[in-house]
């Protein structure tokens, strides 16, 4: 029993369908940490990109340096390095938003990529042009350069959604209980790991295609020339 | 302790992480080719089969994937050791990603040259082993070299499948001496060296891919 649900252990398909209320809980976890670890990654990555464009080498260079370290190493490592280095440091996270944060940090890597790309796929002649019609700085970026950048950008966005979704699991290290960590422990009271492991499989792959299907509509569904954002 | 006795424990945790990624590299690679030309094949069953395969292991996580093959398949009667069970499932993962590559390059020759082969009485296997792949396989150099160092990173979550690979070494380090930062930075700089190297060794295959190549890159892009 978990969370007041009790398992039928009497066949396969009683078994898969009374564990099923135990993952949705975990399921929700998993959505949880998907969608905090995504909105810090789109914003960090966006201060990396932007960071990454300063006029001064030491800044440029740093975060370079630093966007390039993170991308080549494992994220487990890294969620490892905070949930053990920052209680040292004084900063005590619950596990969920460690996991959270080491998720953000990872993918911001990837995004400041995407935005460094969207942003420079803007034609020279438009900044010049942007800077002979008198446009401040955030003129510029608000009307000429975002406005454009989001229809090249939201398909690399969308797959890294999708790629964070699948590495969720990988938070149930640290005691986060996401449906992975739910269906171990199903398993270890039950002796039975594969219907639990096969059921978090199962609930992934449509997830998955969902949500793939869906960033394929929204990039269909986008102006190719743009969207203003005034 | 101090770092520099680390070093001992970690170096040996590295070679084993080296050991699995070169290996799941060198099947995956294997798996991709034949994948991703089975996708293209117009037989239905072969394409399907290939189809299937990578719809799994792409829609599905690394971990559960690992965790299935290493706590579920022995409850149906078939096991195998923890290091065969990484090497394996870490290969069907890229195997399942590059087959995508392998599919996407070999779709990006052109049409006409198809056209020109079949007039020339070239065969199917000709094509393909002659006209399609000496272009293709260029194309995919620089996301082969990208999957590397995804399979690199995702070669740490063999430790939760209790292989001594360079995150478990750290772990068990950590676990004796509470010496989290150092433990935990050298780790991370391990992989990141490792990284480097990787890069470094597709490039020199890229460099002579390119070399021998019968077009530039710009004559058909």
């Given amino acids: ?230 | 302790m101090t770092w520099t006795q680390y070093l001992a424990p970690l170096m040996k945790g590295a070679q084993i992480t080296v050991m699995i990624s070169l290996t799941s590299i060198a099947f995956g690679t294997v798996l991709a080719f034949l994948a991703g030309i089975a996708r293209t094949s117009s037989n239905p069953i072969i394409s399907g089969i290939a189809f299937v395969y990578v719809l799994l292991f792409r829609g599905t996580p690394l971990l559960v994937q690992l965790f299935w093959f290493y706590y579920a398949l022995p409850l149906i009667g078939v096991s195998f050791d923890p290091i065969t069970t990484g090497i394996m499932v870490l290969s069907l993962l890229t195997g399942a990603f590059g087959a995508e590559v392998v599919r996407g390059a070999l779709m990006a020759v052109p049409q006409a040259q198809h056209e020109a082969a079949r007039a020339l009485n070239f065969s199917k296997f000709h094509t393909l082993w002659h006209i399609s792949m000496p272009q293709a396989i260029i194309e995919m150099m620089p996301a082969f070299g990208n999957l590397a160092v995804q399979n690199l990173k995702d070669t740490a979550l063999v430790s939760l499948i209790s292989i001594a690979d360079l995150t478990f070494q750290a772990q068990s380090l950590r676990n004796i001496t509470l010496d989290s930062a150092t433990i935990y930075t050298m780790t991370l700089a391990g992989y990141f060296i490792i990284a480097l190297g990787l890069m470094l060794i597709i490039r020199f295959i890229e460099a002579k891919l390119r070399r021998g190549a019968a077009f530039p890159r710009s004559a058909h892009s």
């Avoid at chain 1, 490892?80 to 911001?108: E, H, K, N, R």
């Avoid at chain 1, 900044?127 to 700085?137: D, G, H, P």
């Avoid at chain 1, 970026?141 to 969308?158: C, E, H, N, S």
């Avoid at chain 1, 270890?188 to 594969?194: K, N, Q, S, W």
């Fill in chain 1, 1 to 230: 029993m978990m969370y007041g649900y009790e398992w039928d252990t009497s066949s396969a398909l009683a078994f898969a369908l009374s564990i099923l209320p135990i993952l949705g809980i975990g399921l929700l976890v998993t959505l949880q940490a998907a969608a905090v670890g995504y909105a810090i990654a789109l914003v960090l990555g966006l201060v990396l990109a932007l960071l990454r464009r300063s006029r001064y080498k030491a800044i440029s260079w740093t975060v370079a340096c630093f966007t390039e370290f993170v991308r080549d190493t494992p994220l487990l490592v890294q969620l490892f390095f905070l949930y053990y280095v920052l209680p040292d440091f004084g900063i005590v996270l619950p596990a969920f938003m460690t996991g959270a944060l080491a998720l953000g940090l990872q993918y911001s890597a990837y995004t400041s990529e995407v935005y460094r790309g969207g942003i420079n796929a803007i034609q020279r002649g438009q900044w010049e042009a942007a800077t002979a019609l008198n446009l401040t700085r955030l003129q510029t970026y608000r009307d000429i350069v975002v406005p454009q950048m989001i229809p090249r950008i939201v398909p690399a966005l969308g797959n890294y959604l999708v790629s964070m979704l699948k590495e969720t699991p990988v938070l149930s290290v640290v005691t986060v209980l996401d449906m992975l960590a739910l269906a171990n422990m199903i398993g270890e009271r039950t002796f039975d790991y594969l219907v639990p492991l096969s059921m978090v499989g199962l609930i992934f792959l449509p997830m998955v295609l969902i949500c793939s299907a869906l960033i394929h509509l929204v990039e269909r569904a986008l102006p190719k020339s743009g969207i203003p954002l005034r």
